[in-house]
């Protein structure tokens, strides 16, 4: 009975030890067929250090990193050489990835030429510490256009212009400064047609800058000039006269009735 109830153990004992062995070496295929993390991993482009706002990119300022497959942000670089000789388009912080809208192409000139957008120009103004708002202009903010001219003895001012970039401050287009500065020119970027405006409004008047919230989307609402009240035109009623005979008795009275 005993020798019975110890075989019944053994065999018991082999069963789940040979169960157990075929879940553990399943379990070891799964893992060794599972693709691994570094499979799944792309490498891109991004920023090795601070690159300033229309600053022409070497090599030292770019890495590559490992980035999760299929989830790459569009117009991301997976070769450093396409960035090399490249301007940056606005500012580049550490880490962060070198998409194609932020950089522009430098065919030759100047590097202020390759951030100018397409269909646009860049044209410089003359300013003082007023007209450059107290020297708080940096490159990358967005201006209205103020122009005064004078009618018949009265200044009169108008926006003529709204939602303009600038490009540079004097000769530099970097935005790492964030104290004032009183400068001597301002570089905007505008279309041709805004250009003649422009220029047009300089040579009638002056010009004065105004600075606008970088979070504005909408352009702002210039106050309507107040529509000429139309006279009221009076028409007078033509009063017309007639004679009327009254007869009382033998007694003839004529007199004149006004309509």
Not at 95 to 103: H, N, Y
Not at 106 to 124: C, D, F, M, Q, Y
């Amino acid at each position: 009975m005993v020798k019975g109830r110890a075989i019944s153990m053994f065999v018991v004992a082999v069963v789940l030890g040979v169960g157990a062995a075929m879940v553990a070496n399943q379990w070891i295929e799964a893992r060794t067929l599972m693709p691994s993390k570094t499979d799944d991993m792309n490498k891109i482009v991004v920023a090795a250090l601070d690159i300033p706002y229309g600053t022409k990119i070497e090599g030292a300022q770019i890495k590559l990193v490992e980035w999760p497959g299929g989830s790459e942000p569009k117009g991301a670089f997976t070769d450093p050489a396409e960035v090399e000789g490249k301007i940056s388009k606005r500012e580049l912080l550490p880490g962060e990835p070198v998409l194609a809208d932020r950089i522009s192409e430098h065919i030759g000139g100047s590097t202020l030429s390759a951030i100018v957008e397409p269909n646009k120009r860049a044209i410089s103004v003359r300013v003082n510490d007023v007209v450059g708002v107290a020297g708080f202009l940096l490159p990358g903010n967005r201006v209205d256009v103020l122009a005064t001219r004078k009618e018949k003895r009265r200044a009169i001012t108008s926006t003529i212009l709204e939602n303009i970039k600038v490009l540079a401050v004097d000769q530099t287009a970097s935005t790492d400064k964030d104290k004032p500065v009183v400068v001597r020119s301002v570089t905007l970027e505008m279309t041709p047609r805004e250009t003649e405006q422009l220029v047009k409004a300089r040579e009638e008047g002056t010009l004065q800058l105004t600075l606008r919230n970088p979070t504005e989307e909408q352009k702002p609402k210039v106050a309507e000039k107040p529509k000429k009240k139309t006279p009221v035109k009076v028409v007078r009623r033509r009063s017309y006269s007639s004679k009327v005979t009254v007869i009382r008795g033998t007694a003839v009275q004529t007199a004149t009735v006004k309509q």
